[in-house]
């Protein structure tokens, strides 16, 4: 299929190694964050979710850290596969506006 | 659970026809999204039901994209007449309940606008 996101910013890691996808928020309203994952052809995959009144919430290899402060939410990936290589998306929702926003993404190369 | 499901997968018309996309949300899930993506950006949200009400629809191009769902369930978006800015795969998403939980998306049907 037809790639998504030609001109992404891209982040090429080494198979084993753990991935940090970053990404900066744009309200310091938004209280519910989300990480998606979008294979070539595909639509976005829901990776994992954490609300403004966390700081961290860790899943099955993913781990997310949120830090209000900054306004920057980051996607660490432990021990990245091959299965792992596609455009990562951060979504906030802005309170009272109910309005799931996507940033640009990141594409996550894998190298052998 | 099926997934949502999306048609067609893919489109080409010429610019100023009109084109028309369906959605079959998850069963159960109130909440319908449509969402423009363009090569090389993130989703866009274009319009969101709560059953068959619209909650937003302030980044629609009203002038030329209308969408419906007039049972609560399943979803047409319409462009009439298409531009070649339109040129997009359009996403379709839904949750049970709005945006504070996790919403599912469709594969898209990517429209070429020539």
């Known amino acids: 299929g037809e790639s998504v996101g030609l001109h992404l910013p891209t982040l090429s890691v080494q198979e084993g190694d753990n991935s940090i996808i970053n990404c900066a928020y744009s309200?310091?309203?938004?209280?519910?964050f989300i990480w998606y994952k979008q294979e070539s052809g595909k639509g976005p995959q829901f990776i994992i979710d954490?609300?403004?009144?966390?700081d961290k919430r860790q899943g099955q290899r993913v781990t997310v850290l949120l830090n209000k402060t900054v306004k920057h939410l980051s996607l660490q990936i432990a021990a990245t596969q091959p299965g792992d290589s596609a455009v990562y998306f951060c979504?906030?929702?802005?309170?009272?506006?109910?309005?799931?926003?996507f940033g640009q993404g990141t594409r996550l190369t894998i190298n052998p | 659970e099926a997934g949502v499901a999306q048609s067609p997968r893919y489109k080409i018309i010429e610019k100023r026809q009109s084109v028309a996309f369906w959605c079959n949300p998850i069963?159960?899930?109130?909440?319908l999204y449509w969402y423009q993506q363009i090569l090389g950006q993130g989703p866009k949200l274009l319009i969101q039901?709560?059953?068959?009400?619209?909650?937003?629809d302030s980044q629609l191009p009203k002038d030329r994209f209308s969408a419906e769902r007039l049972k609560g369930v399943d979803s047409t978006l319409k462009i009439q007449p298409a531009k070649l800015e339109d040129s997009a795969v359009y996403l379709c998403?839904?949750?049970?309940?709005?945006?504070?939980?996790?919403?599912?998306f469709g594969q898209g049907t990517r429209l070429t606008v020539v």
């Open positions: 998403a839904s949750s049970l309940a709005g945006v504070n939980t996790e919403a599912f």
């Open positions: 309200n310091s309203a938004s209280d519910y």
């Open positions: 954490i609300r403004s009144n966390m």
């Open positions: 979504a906030e929702n802005l309170q009272g506006a109910q309005k799931l926003v």
């Open positions: 069963s159960g899930h109130a909440t």
């Open positions: 039901f709560q059953n068959n009400g619209v909650v937003d």
